[in-house]
């Protein structure tokens, strides 16, 4: 595996049901995001993690809980979810330090029903 | 506030028809911006970064620009596979979004044969 690496691609869920999202970077990086994007909108950061302490929460809704065990690796759970969080969520990582760019994983399409 | 603003909204272009997409920002001090294209159901795939007024670089078909208020994305000679939605963000110095990429809604590109 190269690059970041986010799976399931693809998510259906109801209202009721607890699921996670996974993120992993095979970049060594030290930082690793979570953004929402939807339709007609520019992507929204959620949640910012640098050396696995959470650095930034976006004003997220609670029924969203990012974890970070490591540098490599970032969870998104979701549990009781609303139709309007359907979206591409999309997790990146970048080397922090001096380097700023940040590469993006393929995107979990997320379904509320 | 900081904020990005890409212009225009979708572009189609004939196949050779060289043209330019705008990306217009209001940052607390530019630590960089940057461009990414993005494939449907894809993650952003990276481009340039862009530091200082008067920087440019290049990338096959794709030229970036930089001044103090905007950046332009020049597309010379495109060809159908440069389709794809193209994203500028910048990262602030200073400020509440210190450090974090604010990104435009994209200009969509569509190249016909």
């Known amino acids: 595996e190269t690059g970041v690496t986010q799976t399931p691609r693809h998510l259906v869920m109801g209202m009721t049901n607890k699921k996670s999202l996974k993120c992993e970077q095979h970049?060594?990086?030290?930082?690793m995001y979570w953004y929402k994007q939807s339709a007609k909108k520019p992507l929204e950061l959620m949640f910012v993690?640098?050396?696995?302490?959470?650095?930034e929460n976006n004003s997220v809704p609670s029924r969203f809980s990012p974890e970070c065990p490591n540098s490599s690796h970032l969870f998104l759970h979701l549990h009781t979810l609303q139709p309007e969080d359907s979206a591409l969520y999309l997790c990146a990582s970048s080397p922090g330090g001096g380097s700023y760019e940040q590469y993006f994983g393929p995107g979990t399409r997320l379904t509320v029903t | 506030e900081d904020q990005v603003t890409q212009s225009p909204e979708a572009l189609r272009l004939q196949e050779g028809e060289s043209s330019s997409l705008n990306c217009s920002y209001t940052?607390?001090?530019?630590?960089?911006l940057f461009w990414y294209r993005q494939d449907p159901g894809k993650g952003p795939e990276f481009l340039f970064t862009l530091y200082s007024a008067g920087e440019e670089k290049e990338k096959e078909r794709l030229k970036a620009t930089l001044t103090k208020k905007e950046s332009f994305l020049h597309i010379t000679a495109p060809k159908p596979e440069d389709s794809a939605t193209y994203l500028c963000?910048?990262?602030?110095?200073?400020?509440?979004?210190?450090?974090?990429?604010?990104f435009g809604k994209g200009t969509k590109l569509s190249v016909k044969p």
């Open positions: 940052v607390s001090g530019l630590r960089g």
């Open positions: 993690y640098n050396f696995k302490e959470q650095t």
């Open positions: 963000a910048v990262q602030a110095s200073y400020g509440g979004s210190q450090g974090n990429l604010i």
């Open positions: 970049l060594g990086h030290n930082a």
